[in-house]
């Protein structure tokens, strides 16, 4: 199958996925933090890390850790959300916005990694 056809068909399905978990996040939160995002953020970085050793075919990757996880995650929300918490005079927030993105997310794909090699 054609590359880009993969790549667009698994972005469609992380973009609805991302759409979906967001929904069920924000009704279950009353915080004005950004929390849907960041847990989006932070299961696609687990899931990434973990299916790079897993999914070895290139089509596979394509398919799911481009396209899906690539439309799942969500760092131009993430950027957005930051911008309007600092202009909204929130900037401890945004600062906690930044630093938990990055260290949680980062930490899950580490996380997911090494939880992939426990498997192969």
């Given at each position: 199958?054609?590359?880009?056809?993969?790549?667009?068909?698994?972005?469609?399905?992380?973009?609805?996925?991302?759409?979906?978990?967001?929904?069920?996040?924000?009704?279950?939160?009353a915080?004005?933090?950004?929390?849907?995002?960041?847990?989006?953020?932070?299961?696609?970085?687990?899931?990434i890390?973990f299916?790079?050793?897993?999914?070895?075919?290139?089509?596979?990757?394509?398919?799911?850790?481009?396209?899906?996880?690539?439309?799942?995650?969500?760092?131009?929300?993430?950027?957005?959300?930051?911008?309007?918490l600092?202009?909204?005079?929130?900037?401890?927030?945004?600062?906690?916005?930044?630093l938990?993105?990055n260290?949680?997310?980062?930490?899950?794909?580490w996380l997911?990694?090494?939880?992939?090699?426990?498997?192969?």
């Amino acid at each position: 199958m054609n590359p880009f056809i993969m790549v667009a068909l698994g972005g469609a399905l992380g973009a609805s996925f991302r759409y979906g978990c967001q929904l069920l996040i924000i009704q279950w939160s009353a915080s004005s933090f950004p929390i849907g995002t960041l847990t989006v953020n932070a299961l696609g970085s687990f899931l990434i890390g973990f299916g790079w050793l897993l999914l070895g075919n290139d089509q596979t990757r394509l398919l799911f850790l481009v396209g899906l996880l690539g439309g799942f995650t969500t760092f131009s929300s993430f950027s957005m959300e930051t911008i309007k918490l600092w202009e909204n005079g929130m900037s401890t927030m945004a600062a906690m916005n930044i630093l938990l993105n990055n260290v949680v997310a980062i930490g899950l794909c580490w996380l997911g990694y090494q939880a992939g090699k426990l498997i192969i």
